[in-house]
């Protein structure tokens, strides 16, 4: 995790049962039971989901049905375009950060550059 950010953990949830695995660094949002899935452009997110040891390119598996750690604060999303700082954040269908447009929800303010995607 790059120096100076801040995370708070405020939950720890399943993924929704029998879904696909889900990556950490993506938004997410509650799955309509008890679980989560994706937050996409229109959704509300609850949080990040986030690996404790910040393993690069871990998913979390559903058939396992790890819990995992919904964090926000001042943290690294994985980024699906270019965002420029000061750019408000949204979210595409997997979770991806990319900059927000006219109607859709913001879920943050980009404070680093994001050359492009991943």
Avoid: W
Wanted: charged content about 25%; aromatic content about 4%.
């Amino acid at each position: 995790m790059a120096s100076g950010l801040m995370e708070q953990v405020i939950m720890t949830k399943t993924p929704l049962e029998n879904a696909e695995a889900i990556v950490h660094r993506r938004f997410v949002k509650y799955d309509g039971t008890d679980g989560i899935t994706y937050a996409g452009a229109a959704d509300t997110a609850i949080g990040i989901a986030h690996r404790i040891d910040n393993a690069a390119d871990t998913e979390y598996d559903a058939e396992t049905r790890n819990k995992i750690p919904i964090v926000r604060g001042i943290i690294e999303v994985e980024s699906a375009e270019t965002i420029t700082v000061g750019a408000a954040v949204g979210s595409d269908a997997t979770g991806k950060a990319v900059a927000a447009s006219a109607g859709e929800v913001v879920k943050g303010i980009a404070v680093t550059a994001c050359t492009g995607a991943d």
